[in-house]
């Protein structure tokens, strides 16, 4: 039940961030997904696709994680691995979306100057 709670909150921070993105990007209609080397953009999407897609990527990461977790027993000494697991996939998942928010950033105050 514990893991459920966990992957429900990450789940849930991720959404409001991407939503509290969508009123601070609002002015944009295309974020950039992917930067190159030089640190130009190789693609952009429509602002909300760009910011769903995080919340949709968590909710299948995170939700495949919890069912698994509850249908199936780890390997005999890895039972104590699957909540510190979880969490390190939540963490990512939001320290990604967040240096995703500040390249985008980044990107819009460049081309602005």
């Known amino acids: 039940m514990g893991v459920l709670i966990v992957a429900t909150v990450f789940v849930s921070v991720i959404c409001i961030l991407a939503y509290r993105a969508n009123t601070r990007f609002q002015n944009e209609a295309r974020l950039p997904?992917?930067?190159?080397?030089t640190g130009q953009v190789n693609w952009s999407a429509p602002r909300r696709v760009a910011l769903s897609f995080m919340p949709i990527l968590a909710v299948a990461l995170l939700g495949f994680f919890t069912?698994?977790?509850?249908?199936?027993?780890?390997?005999?000494?890895?039972?104590?691995?699957?909540?510190?697991?979880?969490?390190?996939?939540?963490?990512t998942l939001v320290a990604a979306q967040l240096l995703h928010f500040w390249l985008v950033e980044r990107t819009i105050r460049r081309n602005v100057d």
């Open 67 to 91: 069912i698994m977790s509850i249908n199936a027993s780890p390997k005999a000494g890895q039972e104590g691995l699957v909540f510190p697991v979880l969490v390190i996939m939540g963490i």
């Open 33 to 37: 997904m992917q930067w190159g080397f």
